[in-house]
């Protein structure tokens, strides 16, 4: 199977900016869309950023202008560029993916367990 291991979150002052790292491990997998969702208390689930295979993004009006997806299929690692950040931007980041395992003929979306982002002075 695939795993999903998120890094790069912690404590930044609003304005700041940090950079998450997804990665995913496993053997006999290809990785279509990625994307990044976040969660913060109280809140559903929302997506932050997505990227295709071939790199095309989308963001909604949020976080426009200020996070980045960008990814390196050689190594099969999705980042996000946050920038500017805002207390509001506090919350769970989490990576997701469209796996396909090539062994099984089968597709499998795969989540991480989440990095925690927090935006306070």
């Known amino acids: 199977q695939v795993q999903l291991v998120e890094s790069g979150g912690g404590l930044v002052q609003p304005g700041g900016s940090l950079r998450l790292s997804c990665a995913a491990s496993g053997s006999s997998f290809s990785i279509s869309d990625m994307a990044w969702y976040r969660q913060a208390p109280g809140k559903e689930r929302e997506l932050v950023a997505h990227i295709t295979r071939v790199g095309t993004t989308n963001y909604p009006d949020s976080v426009k202008e200020r996070f980045t997806i960008s990814r390196d299929n050689a190594k099969n690692t999705v980042y996000l560029q946050m920038n500017s950040l805002k207390p509001e931007d506090t919350a769970g980041y989490y990576c997701?993916?469209?796996?396909?395992?090539?062994?099984?003929?089968?597709?499998?979306?795969?989540w991480g367990q989440g990095t925690l982002v927090t935006v306070s002075s």
């Open positions: 997701n993916a469209d796996v396909f395992l090539s062994r099984f003929a089968r597709r499998l979306e795969v």
